[in-house]
């Protein structure tokens, strides 16, 4: 019973009269505050695959924590291609100048350790990217923008056209269970709107874990905190 968060209602205090409405409350998971963890920070150093072929044998597999990525390049992000020198992808990081006319898409991965791996909730992404692309935590898609939801292949394309040289904000929802405690695995796909057009196609993002918010739990046999 009780209005949402709570999952039943208790008196506020032990000593107020319990036959008054006014003296009850919801009562809500207690939870306890758990420090921001920064997982990737902007400019990190990522694992890359030039779309010339699938990134996997086993399709989604590239995804997936203790996948052997060893015969891709490794590089600093942002990663990408940059014909004009007006994105991000000139003025440092990993740079795909043989991109236009060969491939349309590439692939990222990066490994990171949790220190509280039974954590889920929430985490914050500022993502830099053109033109569209797809992000997953150990296999699980979390966000997606400018592509199909369904498998989309090393020589698909972006569905929109996208000129942007800002970070932006993108809210991600971890369920319960997801992270371990060691390597795990954050992967990329972006792709181009077109094989042969000039325009451009890079990537770059951090990621950090909110710490839960402390709530105001049950308190049976014992007074309230409040």
Do not use: C
């Amino acid at each position: 019973v009780g209005d949402a968060p709570g999952n039943s209602i208790e008196v506020r205090q032990p000593s107020r009269d319990n036959e008054l409405g006014g003296n009850w409350r919801a009562a809500v998971e207690a939870v306890t505050t758990v420090p921001e963890v920064i997982v990737t920070a902007a400019g990190a150093t990522w694992s890359v695959w030039k779309g010339r072929s699938e990134p996997s044998t086993a399709t989604g597999a590239w995804r997936l924590p203790g996948f052997n990525d060893a015969a891709w390049l490794s590089g600093p992000a942002p990663v990408g291609y940059d014909p004009d020198g007006r994105g991000p992808a000139i003025t440092g990081g990993t740079r795909l100048d043989d991109r236009r006319g060969s491939y349309t898409t590439f692939y990222l991965r990066r490994s990171f350790d949790v220190p509280a791996p039974e954590r889920g909730g929430a985490m914050q992404a500022e993502l830099l990217w053109d033109d569209g692309r797809k992000v997953w935590r150990n296999g699980e898609l979390l966000h997606l923008d400018g592509m199909d939801v369904n498998e989309v292949p090393f020589n698909g394309v972006a569905t929109v056209t996208r000129e942007n040289n800002n970070f932006i904000q993108v809210p991600l929802t971890l369920r319960p269970g997801l992270l371990r405690a060691t390597g795990n695995v954050l992967a990329v796909q972006v792709a181009n709107a077109n094989l042969g057009n000039s325009s451009a196609a890079f990537f770059d993002g951090s990621f950090v874990l909110r710490g839960a918010q402390p709530g105001v739990g049950p308190t049976p046999g014992r007074a309230s905190r409040t």
